[in-house]
């Protein structure tokens, strides 16, 4: 069958969330994947393993290493994640300026891999491109995405605190994570030398007490082990294979295609509309055109780029709805280059239950209500933990005696590591294009990339050092030490834009519903809509979007706008 009503490109966490919405209002849906199926449960192979079940107990070996310096970059890759990661040498692309692109090209996406902090935007971040003078105006405002919010919150599971704070908003939340006493000391002291920096525990993806949609999904309690990134057999964490796509599945209007790597986007002159998509067969490189009324693209930022970009005819030479050049323009990511470590002395006796699955955080206080002439511009959110050391981390690697051993089974001392996630500000220059010359193993333009970090990202990553620092000292930290990590963009794995948002088709590329100014049928939904990057973690807010677009999609099919 090669007809549908519509068609979603991706099946990650975006992707994942079209499909289902689209399904559940009648639409019968063709959702094409690049990689191969996963099925929740059955393809897990790590799952449940321990350590020493790993060849390496865990770690890449160094043949690995050598032949993916991009992937292994990421602190998620090991011995028991590495199945779920696009290895470098398979899926090569043009760093014009040094991107670390992470992939997950599977069933799911990368919504089997992410560390799933879920923290909703407030109206900062949705006025900050208006108000400070960069980008362009969103067409959508905070009030734009509540209801939305709430209905992926209650169907994902997202355990997290009321703390009525208007930069981070609250959710429809399951009982939150508790701070171990560690944490709680830090964080009261920092309250009480900063009063407007409030010390929160973070929201993130997890059931920490099942509702009955959580149950009716399949899903279960979560245990608190944080081996997340391996796919989790109790279904604890929100992953598409385990809630949205079994979801979709179940409404009987779901084909589920994997082996399918979409080439572009098939535009009808005549009709002034997309018609459907090119897809190539990974396995046997047969092309096949698949057609349907309305078109989703969620193949995650950049490659919804490339298909976009590589998606030319006659009407958009230089790519579906490009027809102001800006398509693959005005990149962005996340600031991940402040780090800030400490040793606490206090709690001796303390200690902590289980493997938490979320950190504690301080949203952003900087250039919150007005540009505050800092010398930087926008704000950053931090995290941190406290957690003990393993002792035989404490006291060296070798040893002998009873003695020796009996102290190596009791903890070492309270170590503290603080980060910030910072807003970056989308510019012109940093883009991704097509090689003009350079294809994949399926005949597929590879991509460019020319993205880079800039003085404002390293004059805030400065602040954060001297912040985060002065937070610790005032919280009887000693040996604080901060440093930029001079981190290559891409390693956030928050990449945002190149296809944004906007009021006015001059200057942007989709409207205040997502869909391409130029090819009203066609919607972009993933990270690659974002006019701006706020400082919080993006995907919740990618699931948001997506639901209003693909609900608003059927509504206008209804109407015969479409
Ligand atoms: C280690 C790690 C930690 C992270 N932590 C967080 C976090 O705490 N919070 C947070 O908000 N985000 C986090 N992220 C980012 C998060 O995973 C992404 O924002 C999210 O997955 C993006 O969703 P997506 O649907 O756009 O893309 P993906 O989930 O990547 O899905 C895209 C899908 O499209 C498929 N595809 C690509 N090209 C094509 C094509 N041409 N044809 C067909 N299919 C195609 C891919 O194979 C993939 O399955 C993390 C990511 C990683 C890897």
């Known amino acids: 069958m090669t007809d549908y009503d519509a068609i979603v490109i991706g099946s990650g966490i975006s992707g994942g969330w079209a499909a289902k919405e689209l399904c559940g209002q009648g639409l019968r ?38 032949e993916n310096p991009v992937v292994s970059r990421c602190y998620a890759f090991g011995e028991a994640t590495q199945h779920f990661f696009v290895k470098d040498k398979e899926h090569p692309y043009l760093q014009e300026k040094p991107f670390d692109w992470i992939r997950g090209y599977q069933v799911g996406g990368k919504s089997l891999l992410w560390a799933r902090q879920t923290q909703r935007w407030s109206p900062f971040e949705f006025e900050g491109p208006a108000r400070d003078g960069f980008a362009v105006p969103w067409p959508i405002s905070y009030h734009s995405i509540p209801t939305w919010y709430s209905y992926v919150e209650k169907f994902a599971g997202i355990s997290g605190n009321k703390d009525g704070l208007p930069q981070l908003p609250d959710g429809e939340f399951l009982p939150p994570w508790e701070m ?44 608190a082990r944080s081996l997340c990134e391996r796919g989790c057999p109790f279904g604890g964490y ?146 941190f933990s406290a957690s003990r050391q393993a002792g035989w981390q404490n006291q060296g690697s070798t040893g002998i005696g009873g003695a020796w051993k009996g102290s190596i089974t009791e903890p070492g001392p309270w170590t503290v590591a603080m980060g910030m996630q910072g807003e970056t500000i989308p510019k012109f220059e940093n883009h991704v294009r097509l090689s003009p010359d350079l294809k994949d193993a399926w005949g597929i333009p590879q991509l460019v990339t020319s993205i880079s970090y800039d003085d404002n990202d390293d004059r805030m990553a400065a602040d954060f050092i001297r912040q985060g620092s002065e937070m610790l000292e005032a919280a009887g930290c000693k040996n604080i030490s901060g440093f930029n990590n001079h981190q290559n963009p891409g390693l956030d794995i928050h990449e945002m834009g190149g296809v944004r948002m906007g009021k006015d088709p001059k200057t942007s590329l989709l409207n205040e519903w997502n869909q391409l100014h130029a090819c009203k049928n066609v919607f972009v939904t993933d990270g690659a809509c974002m006019a701006s990057t706020g400082n919080q973690n993006p995907s919740l807010t990618f699931m948001a979007i997506t639901a209003r677009a693909a609900n608003h999609a059927v509504d206008e099919l209804k109407r015969r706008n479409l």
Not at 41 to 48: E, I, Q, R, S
Not at 187 to 209: E, F, N
Not at 253 to 259: A, M, R
């Open 238 to 383: 929100y992953n598409s294979n385990s809630t949205t796509i079994p979801w979709a599945q179940r409404s009987g209007k779901l084909t589920l295609q994997p082996f399918s790597v979409v080439h572009s986007i098939l535009y009808d002159e005549k009709k002034g509309r997309a018609t459907g998509v090119r897809v190539i067969d990974t396995n046997t490189i047969a092309v096949t055109e698949y057609k349907a009324r309305i078109i989703f693209v969620n193949a995650a930022c950049l490659n919804t780029n490339l298909i976009l970009l590589n998606s030319r005819s006659q009407r958009f030479p230089h790519g579906l709805g490009n027809d102001n050049g800006l398509l693959g323009h005005y990149i962005a990511f996340h600031n991940y280059r402040g780090n800030v470590s400490a040793r606490f002395d206090g709690f001796p006796d303390g200690y902590y239950y289980g493997r938490r699955p979320t950190e504690i955080f301080i949203p952003s206080f900087r250039n919150l209500r007005k540009d505050e002439g800092l010398g930087f511009r926008r704000g950053y959110m931090s995290y």
């Open 29 to 66: 849906t063709l959702l094409l994947e690049r990689g191969r199926p996963v099925e929740h449960l059955k393809d897990y192979p790590t799952a449940t393993k321990n350590p020493w079940d790993f060849p390496h107990r865990g770690l890449p070996p160094r043949g690995v290493l050598d």
């Open 180 to 223: 171990n006493c560690a944490e709680k000391y830090i964080s009261d002291k920092i309250m009480q030398r900063y009063p407007d920096r409030p010390v929160i525990i973070g929201r993130c993806a997890h059931l920490t007490k099942p509702q009955p949609i959580h149950l009716e999904q399949g899903r279960g309690q979560c245990q």
